[in-house]
């Protein structure tokens, strides 16, 4: 699979391809505006350049130029793999997959879903092909992380599944896992817990953020701490993980904690709006 479209320009999306075109791919992102678009062209460029300063690739320029980003969808008509990487929420992501299937023409295009938590049999069913959408679930920041949870729903192919792998580790050269369509699958289900617990700790004044963070650093070898973490992922998209953790199995550790609840209305995001457990220039 050498022509891919990536829909959501965000923090994945424009990760997701990067890591395409550096594998030589002919990639199309799709945004939802003109200022989305020219965001996600910033961040690809800023990502690229710093690539390139660090000697990871020849040409910042030669990789940006086998990128191009739209705002019609209509763009991945001819595309063999769409990756979804949209905000997550259900009702969105079911209405672009409902979109992609009438636009996406070749009849086995895989259409993947990067989503972190949505069970992917419910953007499967609003499709005439089931068989050929799937969970490809990067990690973030997704240039320097090398995991890929592959996540096929009960009416998955398995030739989607294999053409899958083969491009997320073969293309791509990162390393898979396979998991099954349960909300957050291995990744998120074990991991929001933990960063929920963080949050329920800080909130209840039994430790500060630094020094709940610095525990985590120093005592248990984390590349950061829980709360810098959450920063990282966005509190946005670590609320709605926890929604859909806890909509699937009912169980207290995956409520979403209220100081959680209260940045995400006060639009502290993290490190995507300046501030969050911290704040960032
Ligand atoms: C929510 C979901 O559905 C699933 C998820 O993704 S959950 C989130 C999973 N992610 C994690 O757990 C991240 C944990 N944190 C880390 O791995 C590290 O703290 C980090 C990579 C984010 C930053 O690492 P650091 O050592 O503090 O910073 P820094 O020295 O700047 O970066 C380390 C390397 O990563 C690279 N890097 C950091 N951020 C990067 C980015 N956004 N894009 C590209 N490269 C990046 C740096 O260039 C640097 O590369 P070199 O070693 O080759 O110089
Ligand atoms: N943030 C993280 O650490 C991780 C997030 N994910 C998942 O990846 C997906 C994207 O997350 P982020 O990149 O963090 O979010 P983000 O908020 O940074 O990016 C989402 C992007 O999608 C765009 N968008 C929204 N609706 C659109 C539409 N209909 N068509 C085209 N573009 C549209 C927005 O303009 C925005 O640029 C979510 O499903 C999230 O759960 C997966 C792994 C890690």
């Known amino acids: 699979m050498k022509n891919v479209a990536v829909v959501g320009g965000g923090l994945m999306g424009s990760g997701i391809a990067e890591v395409s075109a550096r594998a030589g791919h002919d990639v199309i992102v799709v945004e939802s505006s003109d200022d989305a678009a020219k965001a996600a062209l910033g961040r690809l460029e800023k990502s690229l350049v710093r690539a390139e300063a660090k000697g990871k690739i020849a040409s910042a320029s030669d990789v940006l130029g086998l990128i191009r980003v739209e705002t019609d969808l209509g763009a ?29 023409e070749a009849p086995d295009a895989i259409l993947a879903s990067n989503t972190s938590s949505i069970p992917i049999m419910k953007l499967g069913v609003v499709t005439t092909r089931p068989t050929q959408v799937i969970g490809i679930h990067f990690f973030n920041p997704v240039p320097v992380l090398q995991l890929v949870e592959l996540v096929p729903s009960l ?127």
């Not at 949209?86 to 672009?96: G, M, P, R, T």
């Not at 209260?262 to 220039?281: C, E, H, I, Q, S």
């Open 76 to 104: 991945v008509a001819d595309r063999e793999v769409v990756v979804e990487a949209i905000v997550e929420d259900e009702a969105a992501k079911v209405a672009l997959f409902k979109s992609l299937d009438a636009i996406v």
């Open 155 to 281: 009416l998955t192919s398995e030739d989607t599944t294999a053409r899958s792998r083969a491009w997320v580790e073969g293309s791509l050269g990162k390393q898979a896992i396979d998991c099954q369509d349960r909300a957050g699958f291995v990744v998120n289900a074990l991991l929001i817990p933990f960063i929920l617990s963080a949050i329920r700790m800080f909130e209840s004044g039994f430790a500060s953020a630094e020094d709940i963070d610095r525990g985590l650093v120093l005592g248990a070898a984390h590349p950061q701490g829980p709360l810098a973490l959450a920063d990282l992922i966005g509190l946005d998209t670590t609320k709605a993980v926890a929604e859909s953790l806890y909509d699937e199995f009912k169980e207290p550790l995956y409520a979403a904690p209220p100081l959680l609840q209260r940045m995400v209305d006060a639009g502290l995001l993290g490190r995507k709006t300046g501030r969050g457990f911290y704040t960032y220039a």
